[in-house]
C-alpha cells in the first residue's frame, strides 16, 4: 500500500539538467553562428565629411517640346551638333553625369530616339527618362 502512495505522489522537485543542456546547446549554436556571420572582406572604407557639400547636382536635363525644340538644362538648343559639343565639352571637365531626358508625349519618337543614340555615342550611359503618373495632370 505504501508503494502505491508512492507513485501517486506529486513531485516537489524539478530537474533542470535537461533544460540547461538545451539552454547550453543553443547558446553555442548562437555564438557560433553570429562569429561566422561577422567575418567577411576586409575593405579600407572611405570617410565622409561632416561638411555638407555645397557643389552643385550634375545632372544635366534634355528637353524635347512640342515642336521638337531641344533644351539643354533651361538653355535652348540649335541642332544636334550644338547638343552633341556641349556635352562633350562638359564631359571633358565631368567624365560620367547623369542625364534625364523629358520628351513631350506628342513630340515624333525619332527626334528621342536620336537624342539617345547621341548619348550612346558619348558613352554617357547614366540616362533617365522622365515620365508623369498616370491620371495626374499638367499644367
Known sequence: ???????????????????????????????????????????????????????????????????????????????LQDLESRLMAYKASTPQFPIVVKGDSAVQYQKVIEVLDLLGRLELTQIGLVTQRSGVKHE
Open 1 to 79: 500500500m505504501a508503494k502505491a502512495q508512492e507513485e501517486g505522489a506529486l513531485y516537489d522537485d524539478i530537474n533542470v539538467t535537461p533544460m540547461l543542456d538545451l539552454a547550453y546547446v543553443l547558446l553555442i549554436i548562437f555564438i557560433i553562428m553570429t562569429t561566422a556571420s561577422v567575418q567577411g572582406i576586409k575593405v579600407n572604407l572611405p570617410k565622409a565629411s561632416n561638411t555638407p557639400s555645397l557643389a552643385k547636382p550634375t545632372t544635366k536635363a534634355i528637353t524635347i517640346t512640342q515642336d521638337g525644340t531641344l533644351y539643354l538644362d533651361a538653355y535652348p538648343v540649335a541642332s
